[in-house]
């Protein structure tokens, strides 16, 4: 997963700047590729099985958030009810497991069924513009918890479903908890590089001109419509999952997980780790998990305050996010080593509050906007 | 022959607004036509008419004798239709290779599973769309900054890229907003020069839309003049530039 | 009919809180552009000032009157301090801005407050009257008064004062209203405030029946956004009879239709929003907005 | 007419001879960037006291920056004086206060508010009500079509009407010097005469000071007394405004070489 012609991130300044990688910034990425695809193998072995156990929610969570980085990250629509379909996902999975599904099916229910439902809500939620989706997307949670406990002969009500599967096969040699990684950590990777695929060529470049010019991505032959309408439905793929890999490590679906605090600070975890960063999903799911149990150590209402206040320090000094921050602070590192200036322009432009696309250049030379005054009372075209 | 481009009484109001005034427009197939008039005359409005962007109050437009008035602007470039916009829309934070790329969108095939799969076909399509972005960027004079971000760039180089990533849809119409807006003179002689050679080697039908009086009398064939939302004349530059009422438009009656 | 009426000013009651909430983003709608995600938490902030200030021994309604001040201020800071940094930032960063200061208060509430319940007194007397043969609860009766008085003082601040033109003018083009003079910052300061307040107020409204706790709101907020949003966002008469609509038109489906029943009737909101994004994405009350190429 | 510019002016401006008595405004070398991308590269002009300037120049040149660099729209360096006060830095609504009124292009209008609502908004900054009041009437008196429609709300006004309204709406905040950003922009050319007939007469009443970009060089050059010319965000030509009719700077501006 090189970095090289990915689509670059926010225009919108919650997103990190991304540059083309110079040869010795590959060459350290292959290095670091190769070593941490060998700690991840490894890791597991010698950990305790509660660390594997939050290892793989960390996986799971990870998932979960890359779906919301394509949507709202790549994309540029923010969605504020990625649990709904997390958990969604998660109930389909314990309704297969405990009716006997085989397990491909249980994962096909689990990834499809909130796929469908993210379709039926997307194709009209995305109408709306700027931040009125959110407006939408936060209901799904909301009304998610209440769903679930109604159908309680599906969902077990508030007391949830607990399951009882995904054991290690007898002769592999693993423990419940090793092998439980293995699988969410290897579905979560394939989930990876499928994302990483659809972020960065045709449906990315057109995900990304939606984000930042409507008007280019139609003069291109892109409908922004449709195009917003997939990027939400691959989200809610990638949270029903998410789902599935939850309760193949937690052994339960319950109402806790289609929450509202879930879904915020879920999209929390993802402006912190970067927006439109594969790696910054990544980064999210360990901090969706780790906060609270570092928080829980000092006293558990402490996790919300730390989260606010990272987002928001995230958002007045880091706007890339942490990805973001360390892949500059890298760049500038390796930069210094192999005697080449850090790039000339550094990304003060994403610490303008101004939206550069959208508002600067509307306003770059008003001399020559003849239609502005216009335009400001215009039509607008429906798009179907 | 049908013309490529053919705009017949057309007329656009906002609100109470008349924006446009049964225009009448045919641009004949390799022909290069001007769009001059002073500000808020209206020609911006006709290009966004054009390509689908504003949904005009009546009257008709054709590309290649089809009928375009119903369709949505992105299904616009399938009939070969591509533009630059007058303010340079880019995206500022990706490289120059990416934003032109994003160009060939509807040249390449395959849905979000495809490319999610790689199959072959996205690959191949990946890699020729990649390979004439960067023969565009070459011809343009871009191919050293193709992997910088665009926003580093100058603002003369930003009309460039978006020139190139306009050519990547292979279109037979472009439709060029004020290419030589801000840009210093020597400039508008490279672009002037960058235009017909585009031109030629693409067998392109191109309507400008420009200020710049140098740019028009080089490289237009024809000019057609707006003044408030109405078609004043229609000739060679030369012819518009002398016309008494093109003057009186610009400078005012006294100056006439 | 006597049952349904009674449903139906239980449902006015209910619409008169979730239309104060949703007051309080439209103020800040039209004056910022952004949707307060926090705006429900701010509310819940306001709350448990009031029932702090209540158990110290204050009246009920002075506790209430000094909590809304309080988040008059409040408000203000927060404008002052969080949201001016990102005045004309893109709806992402805005909607990121907000569910930050959600997820704050949110962590901030249960760190002094606690996660548990706590009842809240009601600032009506418990008790009915009989109007022409209906027993009708008092509060109800009084919320719906509450809102009313709040909508015409709200109407007469911004029709008849000076500041209220103010906040109009910076709301319809704040641009140009600096041009002629207008502190833009210093005006939305004050549409902030205005909105806390308000939110205060709904607070101080709902805790009675629902108990206090940092979440009380959460469901509130999604009536209130449905109401603004059906309403138009820019119009705070649209919100507040849409708000309204909602409270009448889910009590009466929570009573009537067996399937929905209580848990269920926040769908409703949720169905009329879909219904009217299909239909009228500009809301039943807002303007067509325009775009811009 | 006299009350609507406000008493202060007779005193600050004396008469119409009050011309090149200092100037009001002074540019010097100033520059503007819009984030990265500088778009003034050196701009220098003079308003003098109780005289118009008009800029001119083609579309791109940086008229419009220009104004809003005054105005502190956009982030300016050089030399921004205002009756040798400097006002570079200062927010639009303290140049505002600073006595500057400025009609943007497109006039600015609060589409919304009635067109009472607008001229009240000029007039925010004043506490003298009976002398508001007096001067809406005035305006009413010179402009009877908005008279009529007083109550209606301004964006349902038409083209010419907007612009009279955003003139009187300025005036309405006692201005010591009015920026004008295109007034004829979307007018018919009857109606853009007619503004600059109006405009002219309330300066000769007046004496008020003014800065005007206007793309019709003919309607600027006959109000102002002195005119500039921007080229790509510089000024290339500064001269008396009968002078510049003839100018080849002025016909290449607008019509090419």
Redesign the interface.
Known sequence: MTTT?T?????????P????ASAPLRVLTVVALVAGVIAIALIPLSATPYTNYQLSVVAAFAVAILGLNIV?GYA?Q?S?GQSAFMGLGAYAAAFGVTHGWPVVASFLLAALLPAVVGLVVAI??V??????L???T??LP??AV??A??FSDITGGSEGLNVDWMHAPAGVGLDDDQWRYYVVVAIAAVLFL??R??VV???G??F??VR??E??????????HRYKV?AFT?ASFYGGAAGFLYVAVVQFASPDLPN??VA??M??AL?IGGFASLWGSVVAGFFYVYVPVFAGAV?P?????????A??LV??IVPGGVSGGVSRLVRLLVGRLFGRRP???D?D??T??????????????????????????????E?? | MTSRLSVRDLSLHFGGIQVLDSVGLAVEPDTIVGLVGPNGAGKTSLFNCISGHYRPTSGSILVDGVPTLHRPPHRMAELGLSRTFQHPALQLDASVLDNVLIGAHTRLRGGALSWALRLPFTISGERRARQRAGELLDHLGLAGVADRPAGSLAHGLHKRVELARALLSEPRLLLLDEPAGGLPHAEVEQLIETIRAIRTEFGLTIVIVEHHMGLISALTDRVVVLVQGRKLLEGTALEAQRHPLVVEAYLGRTAA | MQHAIQQIVDGLAAGSIYGALALALVLVYRATGMINFAQGLMAVASTYIALTLWQAGSPIGAAVAVAIAVSLVLGAVTERLVIRRFEGASPHTAVVVTVALLILINGIVGAIWGYNSQPFPSLFPTGTVTVGGVVLAIPSLATIGVLIAVVVLLQLLFLKTKLGLALRAVANNPESSALSGLNVGRLLMVGWALAAGLGALAGALIAPKVYLDPGMMDTILIYALAAAVLGGLDSPMGAVVAAWIIGVSENLAGTYIGFIGNDLKIGVPLVAMFVILLTRPQGLFGRKEAVRV | MSELAGPERSSRTGAADGRGSGNILELEDVRASYGRAEVLHGVSLQVSNGGVTAVLGANGAGKTTTLRAISGMVTAKGRIDLDGQDVLGSRPDQVARMGVAHVPQGRGTLDQLSVRENLLVGAYQRRDRKAVEAQIAECFELFPALARRQTSTAGNLSGGEQQMLAVCRALMSRPRLLLLDEPSLGLAPRTAEEVFEAIGRLQKETGLSMLVVEQTAALALALADTAVVLEIGRTVLTGPAEEMAGRDEVRRAYLGD
């Not at chain 1, 209402?301 to 206040?309: D, E, L, P, Q, V």
């Not at chain 1, 770059?364 to 075209?381: C, E, H, N, Q, Y």
């Open positions: 012609g689509p670059s991130p926010g225009a919108t300044r919650v997103g700047a991304r540059r083309p709202s540029g923010i504020l009209p939620a109408r709306l513009r700027g931040n009125a959110a407006t939408v936060i209901i909301i009304l209440p769903l406990k109604r499928l994302g695929n659809i060529g045709r449906i470049r057109a990304a001109v930042t010019n008007a280019v991505a139609s003069a291109m032959g892109i409908s922004a997939l691959i509202f605090l915020i600070n999209l929390a402006v006293d209402s402490r996790t919300n305050i730390f989260y606010g206040a987002l928001l958002l007045f790039p000339a322009r990304d432009a994403l303008d509050p101004q939206p550069i696309t959208s508002t600067q250049q509307d306003t770059a030379v008003p001399d020559a906007s003849p239609d502005g005054l216009r335009s400001s009372v215009g039509p607008r075209k798009v179907p």
